[in-house]
């Protein structure tokens, strides 16, 4: 009797368990199909061999069921040059998703473009398939590749990539680490020659020559190599142009930007002649350095020689802290130049600030050149130029600043610097700060101010435009 019970009693729960199961309703799924916040998702010039940037993109169902996505395919596969990620899980394939009423995904793409040492851009296209409910969609991917040269030094694995005779500009020269120029050695960089700088890496002249040889309309660009529109504006995406005790150099028409210094001098060769120039930087635009547009620096007891710098027809603009530095002293003449600010920055200080020591090794040295002529410094602080040095019988400090549109909360007066004509506080009304435009309005105060005692280098201004009478301040010609 007992094991009937047991058995009946089973086939009471087995029963009742299968009437449960019946009266489960299936999911009513959608019918719908998908919407995306893009249908195509554009890579604009990615370096060969280098990664992009991660894109993203949503998936919607906008049905108040839920809706099954049967398939989501990347069609290139595993020899597609694209990534795709979804919710959180990498592949090619993904099947049997479920997207809940008015919900919506993330797709996350990536791309590398492989070489094809070629001179012209390639374009790398692939599409995202998504199947739901017997319908196919798709989003497009499209990327524009381009080959490169690529210099690549990892000196702490003993890896160094130097570099002399002259870089051809028929493709982009893309430096990771370091480009190295060495001892003794030089290296030409032509007009049209595009540089892009991988993070922290830098152009380097270790006690050699370098001369950019731009011309008006075929500039030398100095950039970063993130080429997306969000990086257009960003500072310090690389180091910049590093000089250390070097030959004499040239820099002329360069385009600089983006950079946390864009040209640093370190000291100079001790065999360089007389009077010469460790750096000569003319017709060139510095913008947008995290730190300083041109750093002179002397303050290491171990430079046999301070080094000299020389610009004119140049823009220094929008550096987060100084656009000229002078530390530890050294040699400087800047003539027809805009050094001006702008920059928003927190640790933004004036445009100009110049000390003959550095307390951090104690170094103190002379400025036997400190010149400053027919330029504008200008910007958002109230003061745009500080000098801070420390008087040494056994030291010079020769000064000269000269026909000059300076903003200072105090008109300086010493005539051991200040020399004849200097104007303050007066507008030079650019045209478009915002937009790197410094030329002006006929309305500034820099017309027909400048000085023809310190003509400018070629005779034309920035634009290789000729001053017809008085020039104007700064590098351009109204």
């Known amino acids: 009797m007992k094991n009937y019970f047991i058995i009946f009693f089973y086939l009471i729960i087995i029963g009742f368990t299968l009437s449960m199961s019946s009266c489960k309703k299936p999911l009513n799924f959608s019918k719908s199909n998908l919407s995306f916040s893009q249908d195509t998702i554009i890579f604009d010039t990615v370096f060969t061999t280098i990664g992009s940037v991660t894109k993203r993109f949503k998936i919607y169902n906008a049905d108040s069921k839920p809706l099954k996505i049967d398939e989501i395919t990347l069609l290139g596969g595993s020899n597609s040059n694209f990534r795709i990620n979804v919710d959180g899980v990498a592949g090619t394939y993904f099947s049997d998703l479920e997207l809940a009423s008015k919900d919506s995904l ?47 030094s990892y000196i702490s694995e003993g890896i160094f990539d130097l570099n002399s005779g002259i870089w051809a500009n028929d493709k982009p020269h893309v430096i990771y680490g370091a480009a190295i120029i060495d001892e003794g050695e030089t290296l030409e960089i032509q007009g049209g020659t595009d540089i892009y700088m991988h993070k922290n890496a830098l152009l380097y002249n270790y006690k050699g020559t370098l001369n950019i040889n731009g011309v008006l309309g075929n500039e030398v660009t100095i950039q970063g190599d993130r080429m997306e529109a969000f990086y257009d504006d960003v500072p310090g995406q690389y180091y910049g142009i590093y000089i250390v005790e070097a030959k004499p150099s040239t820099i002329n028409y360069a385009i600089i930007k983006n950079a946390t210094s864009g040209i640093h001098i370190n000291g100079s060769d001790p065999t360089n002649p007389i009077g010469s120039y460790t750096t000569t930087v003319t017709n060139t635009q510095i913008y947008n350095s995290s730190s300083y547009g041109i750093f002179l620096y002397n303050g290491e007891a171990s430079f046999a020689e301070a080094g000299r710098l020389k610009a004119e027809n140049s823009v220094i603009s929008k550096s987060g802290v100084h656009a000229l530095l002078v530390l530890g002293g050294g040699n400087y003449n800047m003539n027809h130049c805009d050094l001006l600010g702008y920059s928003t920055s927190d640790g933004v200080g004036a445009a100009v600030g110049v000390s003959n020591y550095y307390g951090g090794t104690g170094v103190v040295r002379s400025i036997n050149e400190g010149t400053i002529t027919n330029s504008v410094l200008y910007g958002n602080q109230s003061y745009e130029f500080a000098l801070d040095t420390v008087s040494d019988p056994a030291l010079t400090l020769n000064f000269h600043m000269e026909n000059n549109l300076i903003k200072s909360d105090e008109i300086l007066i010493d005539p051991s610097i200040f020399i004849g004509d200097n104007y303050w506080n007066e507008a030079p009304v650019f045209k478009d700060i915002n937009g790197y435009d410094y030329t002006f309005w006929s309305t500034s105060a820099l017309r027909d101010r400048g000085n023809i005692l310190f003509p400018r280098a070629g005779g034309t201004d920035l634009n290789g435009v000729a001053n017809s009478g008085l020039p104007d301040i700064g590098a351009y010609e109204y």
């Open 106 to 152: 993330f797709i996350f793409v990536e791309v590398t473009v492989d070489p094809n040492n070629g001179v012209t851009p390639m374009i790398v296209e692939d599409r995202i398939q998504f199947l739901t409910n017997d319908t196919d969609q798709f989003v497009e991917l499209v990327a524009w590749g381009q080959d490169a040269y690529f210099h690549y």
